[in-house]
């Protein structure tokens, strides 16, 4: 395995992992214990497969292990605690926010597809490989998350309307 196709991929490790950890404490680990587990299977890649999706692979059976370890988490108060990049406006930055929620609310399987196929442009094929389940299987995930995501965000939507002041 080539360090350098290693470091090519890394970025998109430490993005999925951020979208499937929430914190980048928590992704960094994530993305740390990955190529641990990586260096310590090196022996079952196969030289000239899509290194990308044998790691996202592995980051998904790691996630699996850590959140079967885990107890649930606790919300933090903390006004710190939130850890949002910067956007543009407050709209655009709200509109993240629930986008954040809404895919934290999709059941785990929903969301580990979903965050593969449009965050990470992975082919239906390399995520039914990532995730091993069935291309049929990662389509129908796929078409439940993204409605789902519809009907949070539109409920969210309607719940709370903008109210605007006319001002002469």
């Known amino acids: 395995m080539d360090s350098l ?3 090519a991929v890394l970025p998109r490790l430490r993005r ?4 499937l950890a929430g914190s980048r404490e928590a992704a960094d680990d994530l993305v740390q214990d990955t190529l641990e587990r990586a260096w310590s299977r090196l022996s079952q890649w196969q030289p000239g ?3 990308r999706a044998w790691l996202f692979s592995i980051m998904h059976n ?3 292990d850590q959140m079967r370890r885990q107890a649930p988490p606790e919300a933090s108060l903390e006004e710190d605690a939130i850890d949002l990049p ?4 407050q709209s655009d930055r709200i509109e993240v926010s629930d ?6 609310a999709l059941p785990d399987e929903q969301r580990a597809v979903v965050l593969l196929v449009a965050l990470e442009d992975m082919r239906y094929a390399d995520v039914a490989a990532t995730l091993d389940i069935p291309i049929g299987t990662v389509m129908s995930r796929l078409a439940r998350g993204r ?5 949070i965000l539109d409920h969210d939507h309607h719940a709370h309307p903008v109210q605007l002041k006319i001002v002469r």
């Open 147 to 151: 409605e789902r995501l519809r009907q």
């Open 5 to 7: 196709a290693i470091l």
């Open 16 to 19: 999925y992992a951020r979208a």
């Open 62 to 64: 790691v996630r699996i």
């Open 49 to 51: 497969s899509d290194l």
């Open 86 to 89: 910067v956007r543009a406006t």
């Open 99 to 104: 986008l954040e929620a809404a895919l934290a």
